[in-house]
């Protein structure tokens, strides 16, 4: 059995209108992130460590401004399709979202919840974290959101 690891890292801007999804969850905010999609910081820097894992290249490759699905939980279904068909499976994935707005732990659970779904894995086996940056920078000054993850996966061979 072999471990590949890969990380990824998202950032985008925030507007104050729509609404805030990450981790594929609605956050109760008066900001939204932009995008071509919904702007999800968080499934996209996970997208990335999973195929980079993989050596499958990376976000870009499979999703380019003509032709994304608007919905980031749905990019991370194709590239789950895309591991299975590659003959590996979710080992772990770790991550943090940067923000000042609000407190990512109230969310954190739901947000486990819904990527392990689309995963097919243990919401345990996905560890996200909250960090702010003490007010510094475009991240301190709320013009936008990062997120960094880490995935490990498996493969029979
Ligand atoms: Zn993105």
């Known amino acids: ?10 950032t985008h801007k925030l507007k104050k209108s729509g609404d805030l999804i990450i981790g594929g969850v609605i956050i109760n905010n008066d900001y939204s992130l932009e995008g071509d999609s919904d702007g999800d910081v968080l499934i996209h820097a996970i997208i990335d460590s999973l ?9 870009g490759h499979y999703f380019n401004k003509n032709n994304h699905p608007k919905s980031s939980l749905k990019m991370l279904k194709k590239t789950n399709d895309l591991l299975i068909n590659n003959n590996f499976v979710v080992n772990n994935i770790d991550s943090t979202v940067v923000c000042e707005q609000f407190s990512i732990k109230e969310y954190s659970q739901e947000m486990k919840n819904e990527i392990s779904l689309i995963l097919c894995i243990k919401p345990n086996q996905i560890n996200i974290k909250g960090k702010s940056t003490d007010g510094l920078g475009f991240l301190g000054e709320m013009k936008g959101i990062a997120a960094l993850a880490i995935s490990s996966l498996l493969k029979d061979n």
């Open 51 to 59: 195929l980079g894992a993989a050596g499958l290249g990376d976000i």
């Open 1 to 10: 059995m072999n471990i590949n690891v890969g990380i990824g890292f998202d």
